[in-house]
């Protein structure tokens, strides 16, 4: 009996060793959770910069740190639009809003809710169908459905209650969900608040604060409803997310090895039978059940094994209680007679054979290095990533991620900006910089990110004004310019070096060129644009190297963005790009999408080739004919190998009208048609060819 416990001590602590190799310990833990909440300030400040009226919030895997790179967890992203106002009592109603009241009737499934929409003048039941969107029930409610998101955001697909976005290499997928806000926690919360389990967890600190949390629903009906399309999950996010981040290291630990035993025994081949949200909420019911002492390193297993029993018994009995939410039942009408046999009799399976189980784990080579540390093989017997690789790798990825962001960001705020006045781009910066002043550290750090992309185009915009006025550039912008040189290695570099040719400071502008090529090699620098979806390489080892050895400000000296002109920056832009602007005939703005393609409208191109074509252009009107004939030989050679363009149709067109100024009319031609081949809609070779095919006619 001794023996029993002492094998079980040991193989936990084991474990949890081998946990903590792959990243499951309280550092990584930590830096996943700030490196979430980082992202979602970063959206967020975006959004009160644009004027968007909702509010993004990272959930799941990712965000609590129960994790590894073996996992492949998505990124879980509740958007929330304000534009609504969801209520539980008539005293909540706000005027002028889109009220809509909670019912929960006969009718509703546990855990979900009808939504009946409101008169937006007074507090009383609407009794004119607005839209599609609505519908009228039997007893004269008007009902919204839940498909009203539907087709919401670009590129995505259906995928459950969210839509689902597929990551670039490098890059997470993302789950996006669509939700809307209600002030107040669920009533059917009520109980769980007044609560207290064995190991009093949660705290009452924990259950004060998810009481201010209030809930939200979420457009997805139950699988077992009479009406899927009228029903509204109610979801409970933020408090299950404050719930997470109060967990120790071994519950987290616990909560990993769940999901690792589903993955490879329960649902092979990514069947979904058992979710990893159903593997949470028998561990959070676990905790609330058992004292806190058991939780410990040393007893890790044991904790593992009285999860399982708990799944056992959820599925045998169908049923899987909300952990907040009792009434709703997570399993209801999730498996069939025969598929729920099927998982007793794996779930059986591996805890009568649990630790031959676990060493047979592939996810993160758990099982090889268990039986390393178990000294069953000799160390060596199996090749797998040291610590040193792993940390490497997440570092990677949570550096691609966050330059990827902040270019989405920068566009979004790119889109704001445009046709507007000077005054209200000056508001929008005033706003951005409050957030450094008197923002949090999350904020704080975040706008360090955006600010730098922001600056600049304001800077370039004034540049532009004052350019059109006496063809000078005005102390101010160059402030600005200056302000936001260190976005990355090269855009922010390359507008101010725009900015010089523009108002022929060609010796200055020659010298920033100079110096942003230099660092460009100096560095591994991989390139971030998302206006395509064009995939970039794999990182090098070089690069991986840098992630793991630097802090996240490295990102400005290994990430290349693209460089934007809007339209208000015209007269910065060399006029070979200004065509770029005005790339969409009216057949091809039927091939746009409304809001995602609206970069098309401004001058988008790829660092390193805009850097060759700027040399370009200053060596000749330098007359340095040598250097010239260089920097082009740079830009075809770039074109013709660099896999990590995201505009290489752009690059061909500025190309094409080098050949042109060369009186090389032939391979001008060819540049544009490489371009049609990269791009066949919105794409200005089109006027370039038909222009060039004219001069061609009337030469003759």
Not at 4 to 26: K, Q, T
Not at 73 to 100: A, M, P, T
Not at 332 to 358: M, P, V, W
Request: net charge neutral.
């Amino acid at each position: 009996m001794f023996q029993e416990h002492d094998y079980r001590e040991n193989l936990s602590l084991m474990l949890s060793e081998v946990l903590d190799d792959i990243g499951v310990n309280e550092r990584i833990v930590m830096r996943r959770r700030r490196h979430s909440m980082l992202m979602e300030t970063m959206d967020n400040i975006t959004n009160r910069l644009t004027d968007t009226n909702m509010t993004v919030y990272y959930l799941g895997s990712q965000s609590e740190g129960t994790t590894t790179i073996g996992l492949l967890s998505d990124f879980d992203i509740l958007v929330c639009s304000h534009d609504y106002n969801i209520i539980q009592d008539w005293s909540e109603w706000e005027h002028g809003k889109r009220n809509y009241l909670m019912i929960q009737d006969e009718n509703t499934t546990p855990g979900y809710c009808f939504l009946q929409l409101l008169r937006h003048d007074v507090p009383l039941p609407a009794t004119v169908i607005p839209d599609e969107h609505h519908i009228t029930d039997r007893s004269g409610k008007i009902l919204l459905k839940n498909t009203i998101f539907n087709g919401a955001i670009q590129g995505a697909v259906d995928h459950g209650p969210s839509l689902a976005k597929q990551g670039r290499p490098g890059l997470s997928d993302t789950d996006i969900v669509p939700s809307l806000p209600c002030k107040s926690l669920h009533q059917s919360a009520s109980d769980w608040l007044d609560r207290q389990g064995i190991g009093r967890w949660p705290t009452q600190d924990m259950r004060r604060y998810a009481a201010s949390t209030g809930c939200f629903v979420v457009a997805t009906g139950s699988k077992v409803s009479v009406y899927p399309d009228l029903e509204w999950r109610i979801s409970t996010s933020l408090a299950e997310r404050c719930l997470m981040f109060n967990l120790n290291i071994t519950q987290i630990r616990c909560y990993v090895l769940l999901k690792m035993i589903l993955k490879s025994f329960l649902n092979p081949q990514d069947e979904i039978n058992i979710s990893s949200f159903m593997c949470k909420t028998v561990l959070l019911h676990c905790i609330e059940n058992t004292e806190s002492s058991i939780w410990t390193e040393n007893n890790l297993f044991i904790c593992l094994t009285y999860c399982l029993l708990e799944l056992h018994s959820c599925v045998q009995n169908d049923r899987c209680s909300h952990f907040i939410i009792r009434e709703n039942n997570l399993m209801a009408g999730q498996f069939t007679a025969e598929k729920k046999n099927e998982l007793l009799k794996k779930i059986s399976d591996f805890l009568q054979n649990d630790r031959q189980k676990l060493l047979t784990i592939d996810i993160d080579d758990l099982g090889h290095r268990l039986q390393v540390k178990l000294n069953m093989v000799p160390n060596g017997a199996y090749y797998y990533q040291s610590s040193i690789e792993l940390n490497e790798h997440f570092m990677t990825s949570e550096y691609l991620n966050k330059a990827y962001l902040t270019s989405v960001n920068h566009k979004l705020v790119l889109k704001h900006l445009q046709n507007k006045n000077i005054r209200t781009m000056k508001h929008c910066i005033g706003k951005l910089i409050t957030f450094n002043i008197n923002g949090n550290r999350l904020e704080q750090a975040a706008f360090k990110f955006l600010s730098p992309c922001v600056y600049t185009t304001y800077g370039s915009i004034l540049a532009s004004s004052s350019i059109s006025e006496n063809n000078q550039v005005s102390p101010e912008a160059l402030v600005w310019l200056s302000a936001g040189l260190n976005s990355d290695i090269s855009s922010s570099r390359l507008k101010l070096a725009s900015v010089l040719y523009s108002t022929e400071y060609m010796e200055e502008a020659e010298l920033i060129l100079r110096h942003t090529e230099q660092q460009y090699y100096s560095n591994p620098v991989i390139p971030t644009c998302n206006c395509w979806h064009t995939p970039p390489s794999a990182p090098t080892a070089e690069y991986r190297r840098v992630c793991g050895e630097q802090s996240e400000d490295c990102i400005k000296h290994i990430t290349a963005f693209c460089v934007k002109f809007i339209k208000e920056e015209i007269n910065c832009v060399p006029h070979e790009l200004q065509y770029e602007m005005f790339r969409s005939t009216q057949d091809d703005m039927i091939h746009r999408h409304q809001h995602a393609d609206k970069w098309m409208d401004w001058a988008v191109v790829d660092s390193l080739p805009y850097l060759y074509f700027l040399q370009y252009k200053i060596y000749r009107h330098l007359q340095r004919h040598q250097d010239q004939q260089q920097a082009l030989g740079k830009l075809i050679r770039t074109i013709a190998t660099d896999r990590n363009l995201g505009h290489r149709e752009t690059a061909l067109n500025i190309l094409g009208q080098c050949m042109e100024q060369k009186n090389r009319p032939q391979h001008a031609l060819k540049c544009y048609q490489l371009s049609l081949q990269q791009r066949a809609r919105n794409n200005v070779a089109n006027f370039h060819i038909g222009k060039l095919l004219y001069r061609m006619l009337v030469s003759q």
